[in-house]
């Protein structure tokens, strides 16, 4: 967890699976980068709060699906010879998706 690129605005949610909960890397979150750290935990857990759970399960939810909305999208290999070629095609994919879903809902 702190090797991750952490760069959210204070106040944000964090959602994080069971692999990544500890209690010491959540309360240093908090404190440090004031971010919320929404854990899905399991039932034996001391902090486990079952209207918590259930907000980061929902939220959790969401994040899988646009994940894999935009897994759909992507074709099974990128071909790109520079990094900032592999990023603009990303990006282009991201676009595609966000344009996908506005059109849906301007139609429907």
């Not at 994040?63 to 992507?74: A, D, P, R």
Request: net charge positive; hydrophobic share 45%.
């Amino acid at each position: 967890l702190l090797l991750l690129p952490l760069d959210l605005p204070e106040g944000a949610e964090l959602y994080l699976d069971r692999g990544y909960e500890s209690h010491l890397y959540e309360d240093l979150l908090r404190e440090a980068q004031e971010v919320v750290p929404m854990v899905i935990r399991r039932r034996n857990s001391r902090r486990y709060l079952p209207w918590m759970q259930y907000l980061a399960i929902v939220g959790r939810r969401v994040v899988e699906t646009v994940g894999s909305m935009l897994h759909h999208l992507f074709p099974r290999r990128i071909h790109a010879v520079t990094q900032e070629g592999f990023v603009i095609k990303v990006l282009t994919f991201v676009l595609a998706h966000n344009i996908s879903l506005l059109t849906q809902k301007m139609a429907g």
